[in-house]
């Protein structure tokens, strides 16, 4: 008897995804078996060890559809051709790591059938219009293994060819390490960080809600041509970390049935087995979050059994009311004799001799890198053909949404071209002088203000909407189907993301990839902390979400030192891309709101908790930095720079200067990013090169104002921690007086003597 007929035998593992516990053995036997995923044939050997135990067995539904139950209504069609593909995936996984000398071959190669099942036989999509709205979204949340997308978009044609995989980590190459939105087409979001992707396909699940209620709200499920679903390919890594269960639960919580992830659950991290670190039982976490949870164990070879995979995924698409994970069991680096199974596999280069093994292994000539087969190639690039059908098939459905619903139409033709509408200027209000408003209850009145006149607007808080004034008045809150919650609708525009400010950052860059919709989020500045990781990825996406972040410096009082942000500007300011707004008033809240608007850039805007004076509107507050006062004679011999709530204390110097013959020109410096922007005469203008003496004012570090005050220049600044006290008291203790900056100015006139 050979090795490959009594390898089932050894190794026993379901052939459909089940409700069962898994009786799978260890498998740390070794034995040749068919790496061929769908009962074919024996047309090569290859060897299969597991150096460590195969885990199976986590609980799971136990009502689930059997491989020819309802759910699926038509079985999975894979052919040689098919087969060949996802082998010809594999090894160009391995030739491109191994050229480059870096990369992650393992966890391409044993998800090359998933992905090429996906691309082939899932999604609705067009390779020749990656931009098409109506297309389903794919997420490679591990996005250490980039390959598996990469590969997919060149077998499936959306541009990317041969030498763009022989190119993979190339400086100027199509194929960077991880992918990058932007960058390549078919990338739909740029993932690299763990658990950010699968956060982010949690706002793209939401905002394709949000925008079937906003063009297409009385459609029946799935017969809006703005239904689509987001597919997402997550890894062990993805669901450790703790930004995926703040999402996860939020897309329970908000029942996301169009949202499908693959959780690719191969026990395998740099360290080795996740055992060290991750022995949780996942479906059963998921369960508790309110997703569907389905299982796919592996084929008697160790490959994936696709059939599992392909039925679990329809059963997932049945479920409107329900997220859905399928833990699919794989091997990593499967089918390399050696290194399968191990830490080895997934972060280096698996060397010339396995990637030689894992080539015959597959019927490839080993002594060839990079080889594609003309009729693989073919095959693979006829979803181009099927992708057009589809599309042609979905325009029909979207004309007669379009004859039927002429002002929606309208509607979105404004938002794909990236218009606003003509009364937006308008609707921006005017705040009285003289009189004295806290920025982040301005903010409030602008925010429900754009919301009368941008029906595309919305966004809430992470528990927080009352303190950071983020709520739309009258605009329901966002849940789903039969909430319990007073005042709700499935298309509301007040996301109650709860206390998951790391989620929250991730889901509204999920919403603004979408590009249809603006969104905002909110948290006290401090708790920015939290989630500092989703920012620095939607600044780098450069991708138009707004941070709304209140309670702005110790001036928030008796919470403490806890909830008293000191660094956080400096820290914030140091993230390239982003744009930090902190307005003096509410007139330059109103005007900092409508300026983010219209300049679609990924922004936080910093508010205060206290009451502030309100001074005259000036449009300039959209060039960063303006005179806010001048000197008396129009020359001013000391230059006082401030933003937000220190703004009234310069004002107040400049006035106590002036009355001791110093000339003081006040300039109020909302955003250093939109005032780096202004031509060089502008900047002169305002911050004249021949004044030295110059004094920043700002309650926080210094650390960023240094390049603008020079070397005569002085801070007055906050370089510790606060203390839990009367707001007002505490500004006074710390410094941030009238007084303390008329004697730092008049240190800065000495020093520039």
Same mark, same amino acid.
């Given at each position: ?113 998933? =992905? ?7 999604? /609705? ?42 190119? &993979? ?26 658990? @950010? ?25 799935? +017969? ?9 390919? =997550? ?42 670190? &991750? ?68 972060? =280096? ?68 071209? +990236? ?41 809430? %808080? ?20 039969? %909430? ?8 509301? /525009? ?30 006290? &500045? ?81 508010? %205060?908790? @206290? ?78 090169? %021949? ?52 004697? =730092? ?9």
């Amino acid at each position: 008897m050979n090795k490959s007929a009594i390898a089932p035998a050894l190794c026993t593992a379901t052939s459909a995804f089940t409700s069962e516990k898994s009786t799978q053995a260890s498998c740390a036997t070794e034995s040749t078996v068919s790496p061929r995923g769908l009962g074919r044939p024996l047309l090569h050997t290859v060897t299969f060890n597991l150096a460590s135990p195969v885990q199976s067995g986590y609980a799971r539904d136990a009502t689930l559809p059997s491989l020819e139950g309802p759910a699926v209504t038509q079985p999975l069609e894979w052919t040689e051709l098919d087969e060949r593909a996802v082998d010809t995936a594999r090894v160009l996984a391995a030739d491109a790591v191994h050229k480059t000398g870096n990369g992650h071959p393992g966890t391409a190669m044993s998800l090359a059938p998933a =992905a090429t099942m996906l691309f082939q036989r899932i999604l /609705r999509h067009d390779p020749t219009d990656p931009k098409w709205i109506g297309r389903d979204r794919f997420v490679l949340s591990a996005g250490h293994s980039s390959l598996t997308l990469y590969l997919q978009l060149f077998l499936s044609g959306y541009g990317l060819e041969l030498n763009d995989i022989e190119s &993979f980590r190339v400086e100027g190459s199509l194929t960077p390490g991880h992918p990058e939105y932007g960058h390549t087409k078919g990338v739909e979001v740029t993932t690299g960080p763990l658990g @950010q992707g699968i956060s982010n396909a949690v706002g793209m699940a939401m905002d394709t809600r949000y925008i079937r209620g906003l063009l297409d709200a009385g459609a029946q499920p799935g +017969e809006s041509p703005f239904d689509h679903h987001v597919y997402v390919i =997550a890894g062990d890594g993805c669901l450790e970390e703790g930004i995926s269960s703040e999402a996860s639960s939020l897309a329970g919580t908000q029942k996301l049935g169009n949202l499908i992830v693959l959780y690719d659950d191969n026990h395998i991290s740099i360290e080795g087995n996740t055992n060290v670190a &991750f022995t949780e039982d996942v479906l059963k976490r998921y369960e508790a979050y309110g997703w569907q949870t389905l299982h796919t164990d592996l084929l008697p070879n160790g490959n994936i059994d696709l059939e599992a995979v392909y039925a679990a995924i329809k059963a997932g698409q049945a479920d409107i009311e329900r997220p859905t994970i399928i833990r699919m069991r794989s091997i990593i680096g499967w089918p390399a004799p050696k290194l399968q199974n191990t830490g080895k596999a997934h972060g =280096a280069d698996l060397g010339a001799e396995e990637v030689g093994a894992v080539k015959e292994i597959l019927g490839f000539d080993p002594n060839k890198s990079f080889q594609v087969e003309d009729n693989v190639l073919a095959h693979t690039r006829e979803v181009i053909g099927r992708g057009k059908e589809a599309h042609e098939k979905w325009d029909s459905k979207y004309n007669a949404w379009r004859a039927a619903h002429a002002e929606k139409a309208e509607l979105l033709d404004r938002l794909l071209a +990236e218009k606003l509408p003509a009364d937006f200027e308008s609707a921006i209000p005017v705040f009285e002088t003289g009189s004295s408003v806290a920025t982040r209850v301005a903010s409030g009145k602008v925010i429900n203000s754009i919301a009368a006149v941008l029906p595309e607007f919305w966004g809430g %808080s992470a528990d927080l909407a009352g303190s950071n004034n983020t709520s739309i008045e009258g605009g329901q809150s966002f849940e789903p189907e039969g %909430s319990p919650v007073e005042g709700s609708s499935p298309y509301g /525009r007040i996301i109650h993301f709860g206390v998951r400010e790391h989620g929250m950052g991730a889901v509204l860059n999920g919403i603004a990839i979408g590009g249809l919709s603006k969104v905002y989020g909110g948290t006290f &500045f401090t708790f920015a902390d939290y989630m500092r990781g989703a920012v620095r990825v939607g600044s780098l996406m450069d991708i138009p979400v707004t941070y709304v972040w209140t309670h702005d410096s110790v001036g928030l009082g008796e919470d403490g030192p806890t909830h008293q942000p000191v660094e956080h500007l400096t820290a914030y300011r140091a993230i390239p891309n982003l744009h930090i707004v902190r307005p003096a008033d509410a007139n330059e809240t109103a005007i900092a709101w409508k300026t983010i608007i219209e300049k679609r850039k990924p922004t936080g805007l910093v508010l %205060s908790r @206290q009451n502030l004076p309100v001074y005259d509107a000036n449009p300039d507050v959209a060039k960063g930095g303006y005179v806010r006062v001048e000197a008396s004679n129009g020359e001013p011999k000391v230059l006082l720079l401030a933003t937000g709530s220190e703004v009234q204390l310069a004002v107040g110097a400049a006035e106590q200067l002036e009355a001791e013959g110093i000339p003081a020109r006040v300039v109020s410096l909302p955003c250093f990013e939109w005032f780096a922007e202004q031509d060089e005469a502008y900047r002169e203008s305002v911050i004249p090169s %021949s004044v030295k003496a110059r004094v920043s004012v700002e309650a926080g570090l210094a650390t960023p104002w240094y390049r603008m005050i020079g070397d005569a220049g002085r801070a007055v600044s906050l370089e510790h921690y606060g203390e839990s006290a009367d707001g007002a008291l505490l500004m006074k203790k710390f410094g941030f007086t009238v007084e303390h900056v008329v004697a =730092a100015a008049k240190e800065s006139l000495h020093a520039a003597e």
